[in-house]
């Protein structure tokens, strides 16, 4: 029998309007966000730029809940300290950065804060391994659309390796982003993912709370179904 885990729901302030962030943060929190998911991007290793530690601090100021940040960036050695001290409690670094992940990891685990790593769509569950059996992995987002720009179509081939993942570690988190709304949340969960990061879908919504509880709902049901 698979073991259900708690099912967690973090929207993506990068889908919140810019103008008014901490709005949107409080709004999610009030929605019952579980997480609030903040994506840092360096405009080198994704043709795009956003936020910044002091995004992760408004962030921190607005809401009570955990933050959860994605570092897009091809050297994430250079800025770990400076999200930290801005108050986030997950950071995430690619895989595919230039920088020696594991040695990474472990000042993140040493500054406090809970350390995962992200994997590109194309990138394979191997490259999780060595870092996960070493025991420098709390949380694996595994990327379901191509990161950068949001709103994007959600890639279904991805499945595969989630689903290779979550048998291989069932007590590591497993979170997916892009393209989630209730039908690929399903899809998702079925596949063993348990964080959920959406953002248009959500902040789309004039009555976001039920569009979590709606998501959580669908994930809930789903979980595990293809393990």
Request: charged letters at 25%; hydrophobic letters at 40%.
């Amino acid at each position: 029998m698979t073991t259900r885990p708690d099912i967690q729901i973090m929207p993506s302030i990068l889908a919140a309007d810019e103008g008014r962030r901490a709005d949107g943060c409080r709004r999610a929190e009030a929605a019952g966000a579980d997480q609030l998911h903040v994506d840092i991007m360096d405009a080198r290793f994704v043709p795009n730029l956003s936020m910044s530690p002091a995004t992760v601090g408004m962030a921190r100021e607005a809401v009570s809940i955990p933050l959860n940040t994605h570092l897009m960036m091809m050297e994430p050695q250079h800025h770990i300290d400076p999200f930290i001290d801005a108050g986030t409690d997950t950071l995430l670094i690619h895989v595919e950065a230039r920088c020696d992940c594991a040695r990474e990891l472990k000042r993140i685990r040493d500054r406090g804060v809970k350390q995962g790593i992200t994997l590109n769509p194309e990138t394979p569950a191997e490259s999780a391994y060595a870092l996960c059996d070493a025991g420098l992995v709390e949380e694996i987002l595994c990327m379901t659309v191509h990161p950068g720009f949001g709103g994007q179509s959600y890639l279904e081939y991805v499945e595969t390796k989630m689903a290779d993942l979550r048998r291989r570690y069932p007590g590591i988190g497993l979170s997916v982003d892009g393209g989630i709304n209730d039908e690929t949340a399903a899809s998702a969960a079925a596949c063993g993912a348990n964080l959920l990061v959406a953002g248009s879908h959500l902040f789309k919504q004039d009555d976001m709370q039920t569009a979590v509880e709606r998501l959580r709902r669908a994930a809930q049901e789903a979980y595990g179904a293809n393990l």
